[in-house]
T-cell receptor, first 111, second 111 residues
Framework: DVKVTQSSRYLVKRTGEKVFLECVQD?????MFWYRQDQGLGLRLIYF???????EKGDIPEGYSVSREKKERFSLILESASTNQTSMYLC??????????FGSGTRLTVV | TQLLEQSPQFLSIQEGENLTVYCNSS?????LQWYRQEPGEGPVLLVT?????EVKKLKRLTFQFGDARKDSSLHITAAQPGDTGLYLC???????????FGPGTRLSVLP
C-alpha cells in the first residue's frame, strides 16, 4: 500500500514563527500535493508538485511556500505563521489519473 | 472554475437505516471519486467512477455517476456506526489531471 507520512499530528506555533510541515511518500509517485481543510470550506489546494524541484501554485498559495528536493519528500513552509493559518493540513500523493492517497494530517494551531 | 456541491451538509441517523448523499455540479467531469474521512485522519479513497450512468457497489455502499457526468450519489444500506465520517466527492477535469473537492457530507450513525 502507498503510504504517506506526515511528520507531526499536532503542532502549536506562535504568530510570526517559521513553520515546516514535512511529508514523505514511499510509492515513487511523481505527483504530490498540499491541502488545507477547514470546516465548511472543504479541501483547498495550496501547492502541488509534479516532479523534483518543480512546484506549482494551487488555489490559495499566499503565505506558503514549498520545497521538493527529493522525489519522496514534499515540504510545506509557513514563512511567518499567522492565526488565520490555523487549520488541518493534508499531504497527498497521486499516481497518474488514480485517486489520492492522503497522510493522516497535521492539525496546526497558531497562537 | 469547476465547483462541486454536496448535500446534505450534515446527516444523523440510527443504525440500520438507509441513506443517500449527493454530489452535484454544473460542470462535466471525466471521472469522479468518493472518499471517507474519519475524525483525526486523512480521507481514504472508496471508489472511482468514470462512465456516465455507471453504478458501482462496495458491500453496503452503492455509487452512481450521472448520465451527463455532472452528478453522483452514494447510497448506504443498513448503516452502521462504523460508517460515521465525512464523505467527500472529487471531480476530475477533462484531462484527468486537476481535481476539485466538494465540501463534504458529515454522517453520524448512532447505535
Amino acid at each position: 500500500d502507498v503510504k504517506v507520512t506526515q511528520s507531526s499530528r499536532y503542532l502549536v506555533k506562535r504568530t510570526g514563527e517559521k513553520v515546516f510541515l514535512e511529508c514523505v511518500q514511499d510509492m515513487d509517485h511523481e505527483n504530490m500535493f498540499w491541502y488545507r481543510q477547514d470546516q465548511g470550506l472543504g479541501l483547498r489546494l495550496i501547492y502541488f508538485s509534479y516532479d523534483v524541484k518543480m512546484k506549482e501554485k494551487g488555489d490559495i498559495p499566499e503565505g506558503y511556500s514549498v520545497s521538493r528536493e527529493k522525489k519522496e519528500r514534499f515540504s510545506l513552509i509557513l514563512e511567518s505563521a499567522s492565526t488565520n493559518q490555523t487549520s488541518m493540513y493534508l499531504c497527498a500523493t497521486r499516481g497518474g489519473i488514480y485517486g489520492y492517497t492522503f497522510g493522516s494530517g497535521t492539525r496546526l494551531t497558531v497562537v | 472554475t469547476q465547483l462541486l456541491e454536496q448535500s446534505p451538509q450534515f446527516l444523523s441517523i440510527q443504525e440500520g437505516e438507509n441513506l443517500t448523499v449527493y454530489c452535484n455540479s454544473s460542470s462535466v467531469f471525466s471521472s469522479l471519486q468518493w472518499y471517507r474521512q474519519e475524525p483525526g485522519e486523512g480521507p481514504v479513497l472508496l471508489v472511482t467512477v468514470v462512465t456516465g450512468g455507471e453504478v458501482k457497489k462496495l458491500k453496503r455502499l452503492t455509487f452512481q455517476f450521472g448520465d451527463a457526468r455532472k452528478d453522483s450519489s452514494l447510497h448506504i444500506t443498513a448503516a452502521q456506526p462504523g460508517d460515521t465520517g465525512l464523505y467527500l466527492c472529487a471531480g476530475a477535469d477533462n484531462y484527468g489531471q486537476n481535481f476539485v473537492f466538494g465540501p463534504g457530507t458529515r454522517l453520524s450513525v448512532l447505535p
